[in-house]
């Protein structure tokens, strides 16, 4: 067929011909040249010319189809491959080798969106020469070809470096130039409308990306999308399962736990009618609840106990006991530990103090008050405890019968019996609602184990071990008042070295407490000392030798000792109205020298004994002072010796208590 002479309608099927044997592109060339080698006119020529594009046309639409149907055998095959992968990783590794292999191109990835951040990173990738690898961060959360209107599901250039269409970054500049890459085909990888990615091809050289390749790349990310989506779904399945088989597992442990639990108590109790002591009990409940457990008396003394427990603060701790009583349910502390009280009708016997193991859960809490009743029943039994109990009643007995209408006023006066060390007496009264009991129980937790208490109406009385009841009261209000969330008005006398005393004490610290509420000073605590010259009223015995002291004790040491008249002065000065002149001149001294004496008052008295207050005790103790030492001078008159028939009315304090002060005066002259 490829002879001289050949008709037109040969050269025609010589076409045909090439096209059925799939012969490459030069053979239609030789057909044309065959023809004008023949000496065909030109119309046939043209003919020709023509059935040559025909053919070539009709040889890539054949190709073009035959290229597809393999594309989608090789997406068929990728979809079927997909179906069976059950992790993201290996799905998107299987989805970056056939998106090379289906386009025949150099470099393929995918990158994934970290929303925290706000970019993306590439998360498979095949093909890369070193710079892109798993995990490198994009800038961007579109990944690598991002078109600067942005927005579009698909973007491609045939030369990356020299597209002005193109979003610049440094870190996207870089990577091209690392592996080479001209041409780059980006697809959106969205489902549901949420963009979770990028599907990313590139090239080593320019190319331009025909329309069939950039459908075929994106049903492939239909297919990765698809499958990213289910492998999600089947991985949350997979989560819920393992969550739900955790939770009845859980919810076993728990059921077993609660059968446990629910067994200790009856458990507990048949141990100790059986004759088990404390270390009995301790031993059976870690070996139920596991842990650790601490019995411990009211003032945190140690009864019985297995394992180590953190060491609690005591405030939270306090606190933590008395919520529990009143709630009924175990307190937690910031350790870790739970404590419940151990409690027989208004007694505080002490607590139970628990650190929990980790797998620690609300049914073993609730094993705890039963714990702690039985540990309070056995405690009775075996009268652990006791002294304090009876260390209350006495304090009761040692305050007398309460006041109503069935007093008689006949009270025995108590024997006199000597403390082992020396006690302070505090009443404290809530300032706010609280029940009796709450109140009672509060100050069992307060005091501890080394004082006794007593209620009376709507104040307690606590005895507590010290010889300073002005602190021992503003402790008391202190970590009372935390404990009820309430102000506290207390008042604190003594300290008293019997217990014929502690009555006085107590009256005397009622009365502080009455003032406070007569000066409209409720939420404070004082002892008679803390209340100046009102403390001459409450305090029992009106202690005047005592309140000098206090008020004037260092200005009367230092005339005593240094034969000056700085207490005369101070007199003086405050009988002048404060004028150091208007002093001066009374006292015929310079007013330099009055100056000298008060700069000398300041440094003994301190800077405020000026203030109204301390003004007011200062002239107090002043006349105080100048009574007794006339008193003392009449009493020591030779006109009152023996035989005179008459004898002063004797001062009611005891001289030698105050240093006298009136050695070395020089005799005031008043002008």
């Excluded at 610049?168 to 409308?193: F, K, M, N, Q, Y």
């Excluded at 239909?222 to 739900?244: C, H």
């Excluded at 009264?429 to 184990?449: D, W, Y």
Aim: glycine content about 10%; proline content about 6%.
């Amino acid at each position: 067929m490829t002879g001289t002479g050949l008709s037109m309608a040969d050269h025609d099927l010589q076409f045909f011909e090439l096209l059925a044997r799939d012969a490459p592109v030069p053979r239609y060339e030789d057909v044309v040249q065959q023809a004008q080698r023949d000496g065909v006119d030109r119309s046939t020529l043209n003919r020709i010319m023509m059935a040559k594009r025909l053919a070539l046309e009709l040889r890539e639409v054949v190709g073009r189809r035959d290229r597809r149907r393999v594309e989608l055998a090789a997406l068929v095959d990728t979809a079927r491959d997909l179906a069976g992968a059950s992790d993201l990783q290996a799905g998107l590794r299987l989805v970056v080798r056939r998106a090379q292999l289906l386009l025949a191109l150099d470099v393929a990835f995918v990158s994934l969106v970290d929303d925290t951040v706000g970019d993306s990173y590439v998360a498979s990738a095949v093909g890369a020469a070193g710079t892109l690898t798993d995990g490198f961060r994009l800038p961007w959360r579109n990944g690598l070809v991002v078109p600067a209107e942005g927005g579009q599901p698909i973007s491609w250039t045939a030369d990356y470096l020299t597209d002005e269409c193109l979003e610049r970054h440094p870190i996207t500049d870089s990577l091209i130039r690392g592996e080479g890459l001209c041409a780059v085909l980006s697809v959106a990888l969205t489902v549901d409308g949420r963009h979770l990615g990028d599907l990313h091809v590139g090239h080593r050289q320019i190319r331009h990306f025909t329309p069939d390749e950039v459908a075929s790349l994106r049903l492939l990310a239909d297919l990765a999308t698809t499958a990213m989506d289910r492998i999600r779904v089947l991985s949350d399945t997979s989560a819920d399962l393992k969550q739900a088989q955790q939770e009845a597992a859980q919810a076993r442990a728990e059921l077993s736990v609660v059968r446990e639990a629910g067994s200790l108590q009856p458990a507990l109790t048949q141990l100790v009618l059986d004759g088990g002591g404390l270390d009995d009990i301790v031993t059976r409940t870690v070996r139920s609840l596991g842990g650790a457990l601490h019995i411990r008396d009211r003032a945190g003394d140690v009864l019985a106990a297995v394992g180590d427990l953190p060491t609690p603060d005591e405030r939270e701790l306090a606190r933590a006991r008395l919520r529990a009583y009143t709630t009924n349910w175990p307190g937690r502390l910031t350790t870790g530990s739970w404590v419940f009280p151990l409690a027989a009708r208004t007694d505080d016997l002490g607590y139970v103090l628990f650190h929990p193991e980790e797998t620690f859960d609300h049914e073993r809490v609730a094993a705890l008050p039963g714990v702690a009743q039985t540990t309070a029943m056995l405690l009775l039994v075996q009268n652990i405890g006791a002294q304090d109990p009876s260390g209350d009643q006495l304090l009761e007995g040692l305050l007398g019968p309460l006041p109503g209408p069935d007093a008689d006023g006949k009270q025995g006066q108590p024997i006199p019996v000597e403390l082992d060390r020396p006690h302070v007496v505090v009443v404290a009264r809530p300032e706010g609602v609280a029940s009796p009991q709450m109140i009672e129980r509060a100050v069992s937790v307060a005091h501890g184990l080394d004082g006794m208490k007593a209620m009376r109406g709507d104040h307690a009385v606590m005895s507590l071990p010290g010889e300073d009841p002005g602190a021992a009261a503003r402790e008391v209000a202190r970590e009372l008042g935390g404990l009820l969330g309430l102000p506290v008005t207390a008042g604190g006398a003594g300290p008293v070295r019997t217990t014929d005393l502690v009555r006085r004490a107590y009256q005397e610290a009622l009365r502080c407490v009455g003032a406070l509420v007569a000066l409209d000073a409720t939420g404070r605590a004082v002892c008679s000392q803390d209340l100046g010259f009102l403390g001459l009223l409450v305090a029992d015995g009106h202690d005047v030798p005592g309140f000098i002291n206090r008020v004037l004790g260092p200005v009367l040491t230092y005339d005593a000792h240094r034969f000056t008249n700085l207490a005369e002065t101070l007199e003086v000065y405050f009988d002048s109205g404060g004028s150091r002149a208007r002093a001066a001149e009374m006292l015929h001294v310079h007013p330099n020298t009055v100056s000298r004496r008060l700069d000398r008052i300041t440094q003994l008295l301190g800077r405020d004994w000026q203030q109204p207050d301390r003004a007011m005790d200062t002239q107090l103790a002043l006349r105080l002072h100048r009574v007794r030492d006339l008193l003392s001078q009449e009493w020591d008159d030779p006109r009152w010796g023996p035989g005179s028939g008459e004898k002063p009315i004797p001062s009611a304090w005891p001289t030698g208590t105050v240093p006298s002060a009136t050695a070395g005066h020089v005799p005031r002259k008043r002008g």
